[in-house]
């Protein structure tokens, strides 16, 4: 596709920076807890991981990075997928003033009121109920007999909503 060696090269050399920053960005999350580093940090690293993305897709003669993910996938637009988005959003919104404000802030200065919305079970509980919701899967926790690496490993189990089957489980 590409007619010129320096083209080529240029490429490869994209395609071994986003490698580069990809791996980067896996160190960081790989670090405990209490290592952890700054949010900006892991949002600076995938923006630019998308920014090289984005220009390797534009060498290969696609409008951005979505366009040339979406060449051998169901949806064959960037239009659908926002379609989609836009259905799913339909659902899910509103949010609550409380929870934008809350997102906008990044975190900080939460009030007590909301701190209930943010602990991992009340999160879980949400984040399955919409599951249910937008896929007709139902998330449940297997409770007891859990042979997990670390006392505090959980599973799940996901099943369809009409018919009870069993689709999978994780960790």
């Known amino acids: 596709f590409l007619s010129s060696e320096k083209e080529r090269q240029k490429l490869a050399d994209l395609a071994s920076d986003i490698k580069t920053v990809e791996g980067e960005l896996q160190e960081l999350?790989?670090?405990?807890?209490?290592?952890?580093?700054?949010?900006?940090?892991?949002?600076?690293?995938?923006?630019?991981?998308?920014?090289?993305?984005t220009e390797w897709a534009k060498m290969l003669g696609y409008d951005n990075y979505a366009d040339w993910c979406l060449r051998s996938r169901v949806a064959s637009s960037t239009e659908e997928i926002k379609k989609m988005h836009a259905d799913i959003a339909e659902k899910a919104l509103p949010i609550p003033d409380e929870i934008l404000a809350y997102a906008r802030t990044g975190g900080s200065n939460i009030s007590e009121e909301l701190r209930v919305y943010f602990l991992l079970d009340s999160v879980l509980d949400g984040m399955f109920n919409l599951c249910t919701a937008l896929f007709g899967i139902v998330v449940e926790e297997q409770a007891d007999n859990v042979n997990g690496w670390h006392?505090?490993?959980?599973?799940?189990?996901?099943?369809?909503?009409?018919?009870?089957?069993h689709l999978a489980s994780f960790y």
């Open 29 to 53: 999350c790989r670090l405990p807890p209490d290592m952890q580093r700054s949010p900006i940090e892991f949002v600076t690293l995938v923006y630019e991981i998308l920014g090289l993305k």
């Open 151 to 165: 006392r505090d490993v959980r599973l799940f189990h996901v099943s369809n909503a009409e018919d009870g089957s």
